[in-house]
């Protein structure tokens, strides 16, 4: 069974950064895609970064991007999400996720599986 362990949330000043690392247990697909997804209070999940288990490609959203960077160490098996210049607006629980294919990074319906979440709070 594939078991995805967020951690690395906390309470952060605005403007300042933290780095959540997602480490990545079991069988996974030879060609699949690490994503990162948040949900704040009262909202729906959304987007945030994807990246393939390559490193080669990635996605951000566009209210991330510039400020977040995903990244991959594929012989620790864990997959990053350094997050600077955060802002209020960031404050939610961010989970990660894997999916087949290299396709549809966007697509939470796609992701086979999902870690627990982490609190990520920014004060302002």
């Known amino acids: 069974q594939v078991q995805l362990i967020e951690s690395g949330g906390g309470l952060v000043q605005a403007g300042g950064s933290l780095r959540l690392s997602c480490v990545v247990s079991g069988r996974t697909f030879s060609s699949y895609v690490m994503g990162w997804f948040r949900q704040a209070p009262g909202k729906e999940r959304e987007f945030v970064a994807a990246?393939?288990?390559?490193?080669?490609?990635?996605d951000y959203a566009d209210s991330v991007k510039g400020r977040f960077t995903i990244s991959r160490n594929s012989t620790e098996n864990t997959v990053y999400l350094q997050m600077n210049v955060l802002k209020p607006e960031d404050t939610a629980v961010y989970y990660c996720a894997t999916k087949p294919g290299d396709s549809g990074w966007r697509e939470q319906v796609a992701y086979n599986y999902w870690g627990q979440g982490t609190q990520v709070t920014v004060s302002s």
């Open positions: 990246i393939t288990w390559g490193g080669v490609n990635t």
